[in-house]
């Protein structure tokens, strides 16, 4: 109830008085410490963990997904499924695999955000290296993961920029069979180190400005 309360409070501050006054607030310490226990409040209802569900006929809204997955095909990934994420009604993704370049994709479908496309390798001393389409968040990451960021673009042309400027090292091997296990263990791990690491307000007030132009239809949403 206290995140609601606040989200409305910066809405009104948003809508009476305009982005000077909204960031002044942010800026202040009344405003930081909103939005540092909103961060912490939105990190504590993820859950610790998710498990994959394969769908055997998958049917996707986006007719363009059909063609990113025959793209990696033909770039030469194998298919590990497409599966629904439990904690995630509505989300589904297509796994595929290239084992001999060490390299997941990950084509993920989400009821509002559409569609993004996601590239990694997983290193023998634990770290890995990403290449996602999805534009940045703002959020800090753990140590051990390299995020490099693209717009959507073919899936060849994606392969070779992840193949040009992934970070080198001992690469982990990957499977068709093995990939869906290394995506619930990665987010897993991921959701290890976000617990334990507060979001500062810095990295939540992307996010609320972001709510907060959205108006007041986003309200009665909330509420």
Request: charged share 20%; with cysteine; net charge positive.
């Amino acid at each position: 109830m206290w995140t609601i309360i606040v989200l409305v409070a910066l809405l009104v501050i948003w809508k009476l008085f305009g982005k000077r006054l909204l960031a002044g607030f942010l800026l202040s310490s009344a405003g930081q410490s909103a939005l540092q226990d909103i961060g912490k409040k939105a990190v504590d209802v993820q859950p610790d963990g998710i498990r994959l569900n394969r769908i055997a006929t998958p049917v996707w809204d986006d007719a363009g997904v059909q063609q990113i997955i025959a793209s990696f095909r033909a770039a030469g990934f194998t298919d590990a499924g497409v599966y629904s994420v439990d904690m995630m009604p509505g989300v589904k993704v297509a796994i595929l695999a290239k084992p001999n370049d060490c390299i997941a994709a990950h084509v993920f479908e989400h009821p509002k955000a559409g569609t993004w496309i996601e590239l990694v390798t997983r290193y023998q001393d634990g770290t890995s290296t990403t290449l996602t389409t999805l534009p940045s968040t703002g959020l800090k990451q753990p140590a051990w993961l390299t995020t490099m960021r693209s717009a959507k673009a073919p899936a060849g042309d994606l392969l070779r920029q992840f193949m040009r400027d992934r970070r080198p090292g001992a690469m982990k091997s990957i499977s068709a069979e093995q990939a869906p296990r290394d995506f619930e263990d990665g987010f897993a791990k991921y959701m290890q180190w976000r617990k334990a690491t507060p979001m500062t307000a810095a990295e939540a007030a992307p996010t609320v400005k972001a709510w907060a132009e959205k108006g007041t239809a986003q309200t009665t949403k909330l509420v």
